[in-house]
């Protein structure tokens, strides 16, 4: 009787612990030398900023009770010290290292011993082409050292390793603006005359023609080869565990040509086709599909991924993108993998504006100052993201098991060293705790 009681209660237990983790993503990508949205360089470093936890308390409290982490793109390890990697360590937080090749068209071996070991394929130095940093004085040298160097020459072994998405982005589609002539009223065929396959070959565009006619299973393959190299570099320190992103974008379907076939075997009337086509009123989820088989991919080769997180367009057709994210959610609960989500402002660059929602649509609000004359641009940010996190929590996409990435790959929120302190309003770090505390707290979610 008594253990019968105690194994429910140990079920209980079981059932309510909640999964949810939490990831603190701040913008400070001056290492992205390649990347300069608004011209210039977005923030500064991490030294003199986040690392000096005197400006956030809070927030690493919150952080530590809920077994966050703190998300590091990989290019900025070479300009922090060890020390300065190992405050993070000793104040329990896990370190994402965020690697940038993934999205690019080089097959998985020559990313790994590029990103790993700073090899380049042949005689070129693709820290340089791809990433212009090329001889740099003020870091470590990428080349012929990889990105898992700090500055003072220690190897650092991140916890955990964030991949980029690498799939839509390199399968071969069609422009539209080949397919359909959209000046002409009724919109037309571009070559009206020409049969669907001639006129696909026409508007066909292969980013990646190196990556074989047997495109998603290629792609895929190339996980498998990086992590075989990921494996072998820190075989003798500990292998970090993987967390992959995913597009939940309409462009799945855009790009997905066999889907289109069905369509046009459907609506061969070019106007019709662009009905169905802009408003994806008949998806074929594919991408779905395709996450469960990289998932299980990933599990075969005992590396499954520790989260998968959902990087959401929620604004051209919101019910779109919820259909795609609940059926992601289902597929990663059944494969037992973690669901999160990457909560970024889709304000991106512009100046005025925040993201609204209006009756179930997520739109930009771009008069934003009329609206709410108060608010700096950061406040903004702040604003948004508060705005979409209840909202999908509201739509229950976002649930106590679900991992949240409070990040930024814009210019905003501005701040830069002592400037991030999180009693200013939204700063990156007033923002999570903002997050935490009127939302993640009071939702049971988070301790
Ligand atoms: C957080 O981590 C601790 C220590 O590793 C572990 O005991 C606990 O179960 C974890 N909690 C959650 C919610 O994952
Ligand atoms: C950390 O920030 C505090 C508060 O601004 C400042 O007093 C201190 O000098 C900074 N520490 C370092 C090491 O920069
Ligand atoms: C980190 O965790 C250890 C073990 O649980 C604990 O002793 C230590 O106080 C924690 N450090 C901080 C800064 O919270
Ligand atoms: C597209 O339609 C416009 C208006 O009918 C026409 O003037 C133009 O020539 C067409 N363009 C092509 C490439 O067919
Ligand atoms: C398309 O084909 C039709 C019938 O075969 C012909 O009348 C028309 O002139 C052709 N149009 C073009 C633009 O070639
Ligand atoms: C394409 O990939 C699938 C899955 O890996 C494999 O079963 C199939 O044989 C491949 N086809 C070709 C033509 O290589
Ligand atoms: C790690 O190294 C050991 C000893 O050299 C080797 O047996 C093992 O296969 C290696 N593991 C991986 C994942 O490379
Ligand atoms: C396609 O459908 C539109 C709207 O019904 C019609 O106006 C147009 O003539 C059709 N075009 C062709 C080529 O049948
Ligand atoms: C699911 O994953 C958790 C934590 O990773 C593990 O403890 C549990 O045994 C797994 N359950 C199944 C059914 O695989
Ligand atoms: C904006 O600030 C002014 C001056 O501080 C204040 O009077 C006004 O009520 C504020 N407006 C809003 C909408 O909060
Ligand atoms: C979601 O929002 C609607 C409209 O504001 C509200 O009626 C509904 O109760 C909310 N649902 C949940 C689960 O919070």
């Known amino acids: 009787m008594h253990i019968f009681l105690l194994l429910i209660n140990f079920l209980l237990l079981k059932l309510t612990q909640s999964k949810g983790k939490y990831d603190f993503g701040p913008n400070q990508l001056a290492s992205n030398v390649w990347y300069k949205p608004k011209g210039q360089l977005i923030n500064g470093h991490y030294e003199h900023s986040y690392s000096n936890f005197t400006l956030w308390p809070k927030l690493r409290q919150h952080l530590i009770k809920n077994n966050g982490s703190i998300s590091i793109q990989a290019s900025e390890i070479g300009y922090m010290t060890n020390d300065m990697l190992m405050a993070f360590r000793r104040q329990n937080l896990s370190i994402i290292a965020v690697s940038p090749a993934f999205t690019q068209c080089y097959d998985g071996t020559s990313l790994g011993l590029l990103e790993f070991y700073g090899q380049s394929p042949s005689k070129d130095n693709l820290f340089c082409q791809i990433f212009q940093i090329c001889d740099p004085i003020d870091r470590q040298d990428p080349n012929g050292n990889g990105w898992f160097v700090t500055k003072d020459g220690f190897s650092f072994t991140p916890d955990l390793l964030n991949f980029d998405e690498r799939m839509p982005n390199l399968v071969s589609y069609l422009d539209y603006d080949k397919l359909i002539n959209r000046t002409a009223n009724p919109i037309q065929w571009y070559f009206p005359n020409l049969s669907w396959n001639d006129r696909k070959a026409f508007a066909r565009i292969d980013p990646c023609p190196q990556a074989g006619s047997n495109r998603t299973a290629n792609l895929m393959s190339d996980y498998v080869k990086y992590i075989l190299i990921m494996k072998q570099k820190f075989n003798s320190t500990k292998i970090p565990q993987i967390q992959i992103n995913w597009n939940v974008i309409e462009g799945w379907e855009w790009r997905d040509e066999s889907c289109l076939d069905l369509l046009h075997a459907k609506y061969p009337n070019a106007s019709d086709f662009d009905h169905a086509y802009r408003y994806v009123t008949e998806p074929c989820h594919h991408d779905s599909q395709y996450l469960k088989e990289l998932v299980k991919l990933l599990c075969s080769i005992n590396t499954c991924p520790q989260v998968v997180y959902m990087d959401m367009d929620l604004t051209y057709i919101t019910s779109y993108s919820l259909e795609v994210l609940r059926l992601n959610k289902q597929i990663l609960n059944k494969l037992n993998i ?110």
């Open 338 to 447: 973690s669901f999160g989500i990457n909560l970024v402002d889709q304000c991106v660059e512009f100046d005025n504006c925040v993201v609204e929602i209006l009756s179930s649509q997520v739109v930009l609000n771009l008069d934003a100052h009329s609206k709410y004359p108060n608010l700096t641009r950061n406040q903004m940010q702040e604003l948004s993201l508060m705005n979409v996190l209840n909202f999908l929590i509201n739509q229950t996409v976002v649930d106590k098991d679900t991992h949240i990435a409070i990040t930024s790959w814009t210019t905003w929120p501005v701040e830069i060293n002592e400037a991030i302190i999180e009693s200013t309003a939204g700063g990156m770090a007033h923002t999570a705790n903002e997050i935490f505390e009127q939302i993640l707290i009071p939702n049971s979610f988070a301790n």
